[in-house]
């Protein structure tokens, strides 16, 4: 063989090789992602809660590549009580973090560079939740009736939900209840209990209790929430970096909502203790709050944050940015 | 010999054979083929035209059921004094008796529609900021709805909410909204909220699709808003994303295409986006099931085409068969002929060409063996006079002046006699080889050694030129070989007699054992008058004929002579 084709041939086979990894990098990511040779962007999540369905899109994100393919790599960081999560991108230990509308309401109010570019729940998970045979299907049906509320945060939802339902909060007895037992629901020492969606209404059915939901939301209470914040900084410093992120987190939503049993078993890596039956149950029970008719995954509407905010709102740092959403026109 | 070094392809047999089964193989493939290419497309368009015809009908349902919503909220308005009392409703403050009066009559109405109707589950009225100030569903009434579309968008004409998931009431809705007021300002939003149940009791009305055949709605997040046939689809939580949802949902498309389903089956799949809704229609038809009859038909077809195939086969290669074989006896029958075998005659059973064919040969054999015989009795008769008879006129003329040749002198008696004796037995051995030729059987029963001793005394008989006959007795070759040696031999003496005037002629057989093969070698010489072998042409003097049996049997001629100097042949056989 003469050495010409020998060096064709060799040009041939290192073409052979190269191509499909070429093509992949090529369909891997528009424009955003920087060739896969260099190393991945190291980028940190910090949660506003112990591991839970309440995140699940993020975990998703993780183990089905959706970071990695946008060339990121991503720590996600529990929570927990008593350390709001949104310090910790203001403090800059954290890129991203995950926080109430509260919570971003308060930072805006005080003018903290925080920024929301997503929001996971279009309704938020917010339920006063009973017995199904208690007949309690609306606030009125509350009236004269017992219902257990852990903190003041609850008392305040039950107390702002039987207002905008017309019920005199008076007529309605909040009695003190220990967060992780639900035994004085069952025993009708409570009547009614509040709490979120994906947490203790399925304790209660993974207990062996039908239950039934009553959303506060439904009655203008609470908003947007689940919401993925950065610091200013951040957002203006390194968009390209936001906007893969944030995209990827919504393709990670978008795959939990649509499967949510893979999206359970992804979860229960993260959070084994409740098990796989209460991890599936749990995220079923948030896919309608955050694929919900509103809006597309993710999305935040103007005219909608501008209501939440109220006397807050201010135009010129409204608080929030849906550039980076893959819906963004 | 030389039929067997031809090509196979070049018989007839083959050459036959090779033109029918490509004529059939063709004609049943492209027929084949024809048929699956036209009866693939025609069905999976015959599916497809079943398909939009399902989804058109269905589509008609929905659109008349969404018409349903609308006239129905229409009616709810018809009435005299309800847009007065709705006014009142949000104007007048909580707890005044004209209130209370208003939404007595409002709820009461609103009551009377949706239970008449059975449409709605709740008809509701929002007042201008959303809340809700009367519902059917009383659990409603106080809820802050102004955040849905059903309410903004209600505010400024007739709205139909894409269906969505209602968390409250744990079911697909599906909310027709219209702003309540005339001229220009809305007093508020009149709703009603319709679940999906009629929607799904027509999307699951059975439409003659076959076991897989289905059509179901996908909103346009691509969750399913209807029940599928298949088990383990609930709603709200399973979404549909198939190539063809994706073309309705994400491309607002309308059209038809065979994509892996829902399920991961292949199915032919007719999809139309139905934009007053915000949903897709989707028909689909497992592929498997949808082209089963066309693909049995397919099936059959081609089957029925490789038996007609192989029947054409069987059948034309008996038909040539039976053409080809008589005709290859008929040739073996003429080679036999050819080769002697005189009597032999073609088998004729058949009534058809090769019969006639046969028949002919068989007549013109038989016509051939009669002249063969009449010539050989002419020469026999010719034979008969020119040597026998002549010998036989010698010996009674000499038989007759024997006794009186005797009487004067007895020695020159004793002479004569001894002539008489030579004649007699010459004479013999001319009748025993008129004999032989007259069966000719017997030539391969008489050993050659008695053979060329008759031909030497018969030649002395006829033609009284000495004749020394040499044998080897010790020499047997094969019957076909003694023949053949013969035969040269009576050719060559017959050249002595008619040719040569020779005073003297030898016959010598013997055994040539060179190369240690028992090979025989046979010379006729004579001393008479030779010729120029260069100037007699091979056809004459029966040279040709020699020669030609010395090939026969693989045996090598040599010819030796020269004028005056006598004549010499010689074959040598070796097996």
């Known amino acids: ?329 | 010999m030389l039929r067997s070094r031809l090509p196979m392809s070049f018989t007839i047999r083959n050459r036959l054979l090779l033109y029918f089964v490509c004529l059939v193989v063709f004609t049943a493939v492209a027929i084949a083929g024809i048929t699956v290419v036209i009866a693939s497309r025609d069905a999976r368009e015959r599916v497809v035209g079943q398909l939009e015809s399902v989804a058109t009908l269905k589509q008609q349902q929905v659109d008349s059921w969404i018409g349903g919503l609308r006239l129905n909220l229409d009616i709810v308005l018809s009435e005299e004094g309800i847009e007065q009392d709705l006014r009142t409703l949000t104007r007048a403050a909580p707890g005044a008796a004209e209130r209370d009066a208003a939404y007595r009559r409002v709820l009461h109405r609103f009551s009377w529609v949706a239970t008449r109707v059975g449409l709605f589950e709740e008809l509701l009225f929002m007042g201008p900021e959303g809340e809700v100030l009367v519902s059917t569903d009383r659990g409603h009434e106080r809820q802050q709805l102004g955040m849905n579309d059903y309410f903004t968008e209600g505010m400024r004409g007739e709205f139909i909410q894409e269906p969505s998931w209602s968390l409250s009431l744990n079911k697909m809705t599906v909310v027709a909204s219209r702003p309540v007021g005339a001229g220009g300002e809305a007093l508020g939003v009149l709703a009603g909220r319709a679940n999906l149940d009629s929607l799904n009791a027509v999307m699951r009305g059975r439409a003659g699709l076959g076991q897989t055949g289905e059509t179901y709605l996908v909103g346009s997040n691509h969750r399913l808003l209807t029940e599928l046939r298949t088990a383990g689809y609930t709603i709200p939580n399973a979404y549909v994303r198939t190539s063809g949802a994706d073309a309705a949902v994400d491309g607002n498309e309308s059209g038809s295409a065979t994509y892996p389903g829902y399920a991961g089956q292949t199915v032919i799949g007719v999809y139309a986006w139905i934009p007053q809704l915000k949903v897709a229609l989707m028909a689909e038809q497992g592929e498997a099931e949808a082209l089963k009859a066309t693909r049995l038909a397919l099936w059959t077809t081609g089957a029925v085409a490789l038996l007609a195939a192989l029947l054409a086969i069987i059948i034309g290669t008996t038909l040539i068969h039976s053409i080809v074989r008589p005709l290859s006896e008929l040739g073996e029958t003429a080679g036999r002929i050819a080769d002697g075998e005189l009597d032999l005659s073609a088998r004729v059973k058949r009534d058809d060409e090769i019969g006639k064919l046969a028949g002919s040969f068989n007549r013109m054999t038989g016509r051939l063996r009669e002249l063969a015989a009449s010539k050989e009795r002419q020469r026999l008769a010719r034979d008969l006079h020119d040597a026998v008879s002549q010998t036989l006129f010698s010996i009674s003329l000499m038989a007759e002046v024997l006794p009186r040749v005797y009487e004067k002198d007895p020695a020159a008696g004793k002479q004569r006699l001894e002539e008489l004796r030579e004649l007699t037995r010459g004479a013999l051995a001319e009748m025993r080889m008129l004999l032989l030729e007259l069966r000719p059987a017997a030539l391969a029963e008489t050993s050659l050694p008695d053979l060329l001793r008759q031909l030497g005394e018969a030649v002395v008989g006829r033609a009284r030129i000495p004749v020394d006959v040499r044998i080897d007795e010790a020499v047997s070759p094969p019957p076909a070989v003694a023949v053949a040696l013969y035969r040269i031999a009576q050719e060559a003496l017959n050249n002595v007699v008619k040719h040569a005037a020779a005073g003297q002629a030898t016959v010598t057989l013997r055994g040539s054992t060179g190369d240690g093969h028992a090979g025989v070698e046979l010379t006729v010489a004579d001393d008479g008058c030779g010729f120029d072998i260069d100037d007699v042409r091979s056809g004459r003097l029966g040279l040709g004929i020699m020669a030609e049996r010395a090939e026969s049997i693989g045996a090598l001629l040599e010819l030796h002579s020269a004028p005056a100097q006598g004549t010499v042949v010689r074959v040598v056989w070796s097996p």
Not at chain 1, 12 to 32: E, F, I, Q, Y
Not at chain 1, 148 to 162: H, I, P, Q, R
Not at chain 1, 257 to 285: C, M, S, T, Y
């Open chain 1, 1 to 329: 063989m003469s050495l010409v084709s020998r060096s064709l041939l060799a040009a041939l086979a290192v073409v052979l090789v190269l191509a499909p990894a070429a093509v992949l990098a090529a369909c891997g990511n528009d424009s955003a992602s920087p060739s896969p040779a260099a190393s991945p962007d190291k980028v940190t999540l910090q949660l506003n809660w112990f591991h839970e369905a309440e995140f699940v899109g993020y975990y998703v994100a993780a183990a089905k590549g959706f970071y990695g393919a946008r060339d990121l790599d991503v720590t996600i960081l529990e929570g927990g009580p008593g350390e709001p999560a949104i310090d910790s991108v203001l403090d800059g230990r954290a890129d991203f973090a995950i926080s109430s509308f509260g919570e971003q309401r308060n930072a805006v109010a005080e003018d903290l560079p925080t920024v929301a570019l997503m929001s996971a729940f279009q309704i938020p998970p917010l339920v006063i939740f009973s017995l199904a045979e208690s007949g309690i299907a609306s606030p009125a049906d509350l009236a004269g009736k017992r219902v257990g509320v852990t903190t003041d945060y609850w008392k305040d939802v039950l107390d702002e939900t039987l207002q905008a339902a017309g019920v005199k909060p008076s007529r309605v007895t909040a009695i003190p209840v220990e967060a992780g037992d639900l035994e004085p629901l069952y025993d009708g020492t409570v009547d009614a209990w509040l709490g979120y969606a994906q947490d203790e209404p399925i304790r209660a059915e993974v207990e062996g209790h039908r239950v039934r939901n009553v959303f506060p939301a439904d009655y203008g209470v609470g908003g947007y929430e689940g919401l993925l914040l950065a610091d200013r900084q951040t957002v203006e410093g390194a968009p390209e970096l936001v906007r893969r992120f944030v995209q990827a987190s919504q393709q990670g939503w978008r795959y939990a909502v649509e499967h949510p049993d893979e999206a359970a078993r992804i979860l229960l890596d993260w959070a084994p203790e409740p098990g796989l039956e209460f991890q599936e149950l749990a995220v079923r029970a948030v896919a309608p709050l955050v694929d919900a008719p509103q809006a597309v995954i993710g999305w935040i509407d103007a005219e909608r944050w501008r209501l939440l905010m109220a006397d807050d709102f201010d135009p010129a740092n409204p608080g929030f940015t849906t550039l980076f959403s893959a819906a963004a026109p």
